[in-house]
């Protein structure tokens, strides 16, 4: 399986970005995904999860409200709409995809994830 995220970059606070994360080579159809990020000497941080059919999310309790997790299946893509974004937003954004067949829930520990993409950066500026 391959990950390829895009969409990021540098945002004045209080802007919006969108990430993408294209996915091939899949052994199951509409596997659970998710987005982490992660900075410098911190571990990676949970941000959303989605199911594989898209009917359930969670987000952390940082991205909730301010961000929206959403996939498109026919075209093997999920996204992460960022609105209202913060200095402390700034960060490498990571898709992962679980391999199961079990699509119905969302998973939120990275542990749980046997994929992961090379990461996006996402900048902040106050």
């Known amino acids: 399986v391959q990950l390829v995220e895009s969409g990021g970059g540098l945002v004045q606070a209080g802007g919006s970005l969108r990430l993408s994360c294209i996915a091939s080579?899949?052994?199951?159809?509409?596997?659970?995904m998710g987005w982490f990020r992660q900075t410098p000497g911190k571990d990676r941080e949970f941000v959303a999860a989605?199911?594989?059919?898209?009917?359930?999310?969670s987000y952390s309790d940082s991205a909730k409200g301010r961000f929206t997790i959403s996939r498109d299946n026919a075209n093997d893509t999920v996204y992460l709409q960022m609105n209202s974004l913060r200095p402390e937003d700034t960060a490498v954004y990571y898709c992962?995809?679980?391999?199961?067949?079990?699509?119905?829930?969302?998973?939120?520990?990275?542990?749980?994830?046997?994929?992961w993409g090379q990461g996006t950066q996402v900048t902040v500026s106050s």
């Open positions: 992962a995809e679980r391999s199961t067949a079990i699509s119905g829930d969302y998973y939120i520990r990275d542990i749980e994830y046997e994929h």
């Open positions: 989605i199911s594989g059919g898209g009917g359930r999310a």
């Open positions: 080579g899949r052994t199951f159809n509409r596997p659970p």
